[in-house]
């Protein structure tokens, strides 16, 4: 079973440059997470999406990222304006649909690593 | 909101010897789960371990073991007869249902685990 996709694996901008970030979930998991993990910390939760709606976005910062997932498949992460804070590997995870009374593993990809100069 | 603190940020362990991670965690919540995840210097984020909260046994998966303490709020990951494959961030999570289906994973800022030849 394919895992999860992530591309590309590295990117290097200048600071208010544009970038996106592309991934591929899982084939059949309907849930899909984008988090955001600065060197020396952990991964923090940017949105999850539940096939192409939005779940959870209340740590988006929605005036520069912006996320979509058409048709409940592959999602694009993209940042615009990006500042230098924005430097962090950016990982995709995603994981079966969950239920109440359940938990859904969350499959990570590779991550990619941007760096704002 | 939950809170999730590894306070050691660097271990080292000898191959073949037993290692303890701690984590402590802070949650208003009764029902949740904790998990330890490994990310290996390729970042490939791979779950090592779960908890549901309701259960009392600790969970073990081979040479991974955990002590859950819910009282405490604490959950420590025990490593037995370590091997240089288990060189890795380790990092603790924690996850509930918080409406409308959201299942956000909160992590620690992880630990840094060398195994020593």
């Known amino acids: 079973e394919a895992g999860v996709a992530q591309s590309p694996r590295y990117k290097i901008i200048e600071k208010r440059q544009s970038v996106a970030f592309w991934c591929n979930p899982i084939s059949g998991h309907a849930t899909l997470y984008w988090y955001q993990q600065i060197l020396g910390q952990g991964p923090k939760l940017l949105i999850q999406?539940?096939?192409?709606?939005?779940?959870?976005d209340s740590q988006l910062p929605k005036d520069r990222f912006s996320a979509e997932r058409l048709k409940g498949v592959d999602s694009t992460l993209k940042i615009q304006p990006a500042k230098l804070e924005d430097s962090a590997v950016y990982l995709c995870?995603?994981?079966?649909?969950?239920?109440?009374?359940?938990?859904?593993?969350?499959?990570f990809g590779p991550g990619t690593r941007l760096t704002v100069l | 909101a939950q809170t999730v603190t590894q306070s050691q940020p660097e271990m080292s362990v000898q191959e073949a010897e037993t290692v303890t991670l701690s984590c402590t965690y802070d949650t208003s919540e009764n029902n949740y789960y904790l998990f330890w995840y490994k990310q290996p210097p390729s970042r490939q984020m791979i779950l090592v371990i779960r908890?549901?909260?309701?259960?009392?046994q600790n969970a073990t998966e081979n040479r991974f073991s955990v002590n859950f303490q819910k009282a405490a709020k604490s959950f420590s990951l025990k490593i037995s007869d370590s091997q240089l494959g288990d060189t890795a961030m380790y990092f603790c999570a924690f996850m509930k249902q918080s409406g409308a289906g959201s299942y956000q994973l909160t992590f620690g800022k992880g630990t840094k685990l060398s195994v020593i030849p």
């Open positions: 908890q549901e909260a309701y259960k009392q």
């Open positions: 995870a995603s994981s079966l649909f969950p239920r109440r009374g359940t938990w859904g593993e969350q499959f």
């Open positions: 999406f539940q096939n192409n709606g939005v779940v959870d």
